[in-house]
């Protein structure tokens, strides 16, 4: 099966002084995926388990979403406190496999320090070390379903007895990616385990994520997600 590579968020540097800061070369993880797929970030990014009670496949019903917004516009869903709700009985197959890209190089997008707080935890010590971080996608696919057919697909989540008995405001979900994500972060100073052990908890905090300190000169840690749960997009109902 021909592999498919993204890289997603290429190296993200802190401005020198300001920790809160952030210059990234194509722009933020989450606006990369909005801009390319149409789904927005989510964290935790939890294995793909087409079985699993909290599955993400279009159609589902959720509630709870803790939506942060960024710099740039773009959104990481937090979805450890949601309510998910699948729809039952529909086999939605492997997904459709997505083609190659290449981010742009511009250095014209800027954002802040709220998505690596967001993705890795990170306090204001391991902030003010960081140097960069990547995230890159290999195999991505996306799991869709026809506007028109979201009403249809919803009936059948939405009677979940856990989500029928919801308040407040509820969403649909149209479209989610899965991927292989590779997680590079570079820091000017050692991470301490305590900061990688939140790292590896805060992007994955039902499935380990062991990082690795590169060999080499300086302070690069990485880890490999396989098959993940990456972005959705929602529809208010």
Same mark, same amino acid.
């Given at each position: 099966?021909?592999?498919f590579?993204?890289v997603?968020?290429a190296?993200?540097? +802190?401005v020198? #002084?300001?920790?809160a800061?952030? +210059?990234p070369?194509?722009?933020?993880?989450? *606006?990369?995926?909005?801009?390319r797929?149409?789904v927005? *970030?989510i +964290? &935790?990014?939890e294995?793909?388990d087409?079985k %699993?009670?909290r599955a993400?496949?279009? @159609?589902g019903?959720?509630a709870n $979403?803790?939506v942060?917004a960024?710099a740039?516009?773009s959104?990481v869903? @937090?979805?450890?406190g949601?309510?998910?709700?699948?729809?039952p #009985? $529909?086999?939605f197959?492997? @997904?459709?496999?997505t *083609?190659?890209y290449?981010g742009?190089? %511009?250095? =014209?997008m800027? !954002?802040? !320090?709220?998505e690596?707080?967001l993705?890795? @935890?990170?306090?204001?010590?391991?902030?003010?070390s960081?140097?960069?971080?990547s995230?890159g996608?290999?195999? &991505?696919?996306?799991f869709s379903?026809?506007?028109d057919?979201?009403?249809?697909f919803s009936?059948?989540?939405?009677a979940?007895a856990t989500?029928a008995?919801?308040?407040g405001?509820? !969403? /649909?979900?149209?479209?989610s990616?899965i991927?292989? +994500?590779? /997680?590079t972060?570079?820091?000017r100073?050692p991470?301490? &385990?305590h900061q990688l052990d939140t790292a *590896?908890?805060t992007?994955s905090?039902g %499935?380990? /994520? =062991?990082?690795?300190r590169?060999p080499g000169?300086?302070? /690069?840690y990485?880890a490999?997600l396989?098959?993940?749960w990456v972005g959705?997009?929602?529809?208010?109902?």
């Amino acid at each position: 099966m021909r592999r498919f590579f993204l890289v997603l968020c290429a190296l993200c540097t +802190v401005v020198a #002084g300001d920790a809160a800061a952030f +210059v990234p070369s194509i722009g933020t993880f989450a *606006a990369t995926l909005r801009s390319r797929y149409g789904v927005d *970030a989510i +964290v &935790p990014i939890e294995r793909f388990d087409p079985k %699993s009670s909290r599955a993400l496949f279009p @159609g589902g019903t959720i509630a709870n $979403i803790d939506v942060s917004a960024l710099a740039d516009k773009s959104k990481v869903l @937090g979805l450890a406190g949601a309510t998910i709700c699948p729809a039952p #009985g $529909i086999d939605f197959g492997s @997904g459709q496999a997505t *083609a190659r890209y290449e981010g742009s190089r %511009s250095l =014209d997008m800027k !954002s802040d !320090s709220r998505e690596a707080r967001l993705l890795f @935890g990170f306090d204001k010590e391991a902030l003010g070390s960081l140097k960069g971080y990547s995230l890159g996608l290999s195999r &991505p696919r996306l799991f869709s379903i026809p506007f028109d057919r979201l009403n249809e697909f919803s009936a059948r989540s939405g009677a979940d007895a856990t989500c029928a008995t919801l308040a407040g405001n509820r !969403s /649909v979900i149209s479209r989610s990616l899965i991927a292989t +994500v590779d /997680v590079t972060i570079v820091s000017r100073r050692p991470l301490t &385990p305590h900061q990688l052990d939140t790292a *590896a908890r805060t992007l994955s905090s039902g %499935s380990p /994520v =062991d990082f690795q300190r590169d060999p080499g000169d300086g302070y /690069v840690y990485s880890a490999r997600l396989p098959d993940r749960w990456v972005g959705i997009s929602t529809e208010r109902r």
